[in-house]
């Protein structure tokens, strides 16, 4: 086999499918930012603090994801190998399906608690607070969905395809941008979260249907589907490990969503104009995250893969190839946002007020490659790996230091914009920590699981 070929063929459509996601969300604060009748900056902080909510919500399930791709992938090496079942995939799908469908009624369910306990601790304006919430009542109505989007998209790619994920985000966010832009415009705000709740549910029909006819696995509760054939191949070690790992990696997504939250919440407190340049800045942060996770999720596929084959070697190679990959996709982005600035600034918004406010940190987007990178790539090893009691403690740790450099420099932060730098300052230790604990981990966390085989 030919790696880097492997990896290209499971990074590439990683990466084109992974693009659009900050595409929507900029599009979204875009055409919030350009509505008539409300400020650009309190219409951007809606969306802001409305997608945070759902942030709050859905990170709790990233085990959705990231437990189902890690065993799947695991269990497509056994097969391969000749040492698992052929329903061993299906049940790993089904049982993701029944957490995200369960899960996202009883979300829809509580939807009125939920806006009530998060506006106890966020502090905004009260016309951001009214957006947001209008945002949040729409928008919720696409749980089951989207969660279900979380399993199958793990799914797909412990199954060693990518394709299939990509042409679904390409399918969900594609609508996603054309609905949010035709019907903000004929809507106004409400239309934006309206489109998001169109584009997740026809994302989950295109999911149930490859499913079905490409891979022959039916969703519960689908007709003629045996839910005792379903579970027939689960066994108690199984189910252990599975509660187990979605534990850790529960555990992990709480970390993540302290340093993300925390960030949006502390920004909110210095004004919409502050909040409004906050999330510009994260979104083009996080612009690059979406490419290197396209070589994170063909690391963790291969590593899973490797893993359950018993094969050491795959998996250094595999390593050794995937941050070559991702430090090479690192050096073009440093290129383009030094390149960039104040252009990217005025695509999103055309406030001037927030264009200017937003030029002094954009010395802060040279940073996110270089840092970003070897946390992000070492997140899809570990996946691959089910390494989740590592990855839970780096992300705890890691939230840590990201408030420990807030709660340090708060008290010199005498002015709003240096309280900004000081978040910026707080972001980029939290990622440092991430990269040097999993690469202190890297060795005994990884080849101790392929040696007890």
């Not at 995200?100 to 009260?126: E, K, R």
């Not at 004004?271 to 999720?297: C, E, N, P, Q, R």
């Amino acid at each position: 086999m030919n790696l880097n070929r492997e990896i290209l063929r499971l990074a590439i459509p990683s990466i084109f499918a992974n693009i659009t996601v900050p595409l929507v969300g900029m599009v979204d604060m875009a055409v919030a930012g350009h509505l008539q009748g409300t400020s650009a900056a309190a219409l951007i902080g809606g969306i802001t603090i409305g997608a945070m909510l759902f942030d709050l919500l859905y990170w709790n399930f990233g085990f959705l994801r990231v437990g189902t791709g890690g065993l799947t992938a695991q269990a497509y090496g056994r097969k391969a190998a000749g040492q698992a079942g052929p329903d061993e995939t299906a049940d790993i799908l089904n049982r993701a399906l029944r957490i995200a469908l369960i899960s996202g009624i009883g979300l829809i369910a509580l939807q009125w608690v939920v806006v009530q306990l998060a506006f106890l601790f966020i502090d905004c304006s009260p016309v951001v607070q009214k957006l947001a919430t209008q945002y949040f009542y729409i928008r919720i109505w696409a749980a089951p969905a989207t969660l279900s989007l979380f399993a199958f998209k793990g799914w797909f790619i412990g199954m060693q395809d990518t394709v299939r994920p990509m042409t679904a985000d390409l399918l969900v966010n594609g609508i996603n941008i054309g609905a949010s832009i035709v019907l903000g415009m004929l809507m106004g705000f409400p239309g934006i979260a309206l489109g998001t709740f169109l584009a997740q549910w026809s994302g989950f029909t295109y999911c149930v249907i490859v499913a079905r006819r490409r891979y022959g696995v039916k969703i519960p509760g689908q007709a003629g589907n045996d839910e005792k054939a379903v579970m027939a191949g689960s066994d108690r070690p199984s189910e252990n490990r599975l509660f187990a790992l979605n534990r850790d990696l529960f555990l992990r997504s709480i970390g993540m969503i302290a340093v993300y939250i925390g960030f949006t919440i502390i920004s909110a407190r210095y004004g919409d104009v502050m909040l409004a340049v906050s999330a510009i800045l994260m979104k083009l942060l996080m612009f690059f995250s979406y490419f290197t996770d396209g070589f994170a999720y063909a690391g963790e596929a291969l590593t899973g893969k490797f893993i359950g084959e018993g094969s050491e070697e795959g998996v250094r190679c595999t390593v050794r190839q995937t941050f070559l990959w991702g430090m090479a996709m690192a050096g073009l982005f440093v290129l383009a946002y030094g390149a960039g600035g104040t252009p990217i600034l005025r695509l999103m918004t055309e406030d001037t007020v927030v264009v200017e406010a937003g030029r002094q940190f954009l010395p802060w987007l040279l940073l996110m490659p270089l840092i970003g990178c070897p946390a992000f790539v070492w997140d899809g090893i570990f996946i691959g790996a089910t390494a989740s009691k590592d990855l839970r403690n780096s992300t705890l740790l890691c939230a840590v230091g990201f408030f420990a450099v807030w709660f340090a420099g708060e008290r010199y932060a005498s002015t709003p914009e240096a309280a900004i730098h000081l978040l910026m300052a707080a972001y980029f230790m939290h990622l440092a920590i991430r990269a040097a604990y999993l690469t202190v981990r890297y060795k005994k966390a990884i080849f101790s699981g392929i040696s007890s085989r």
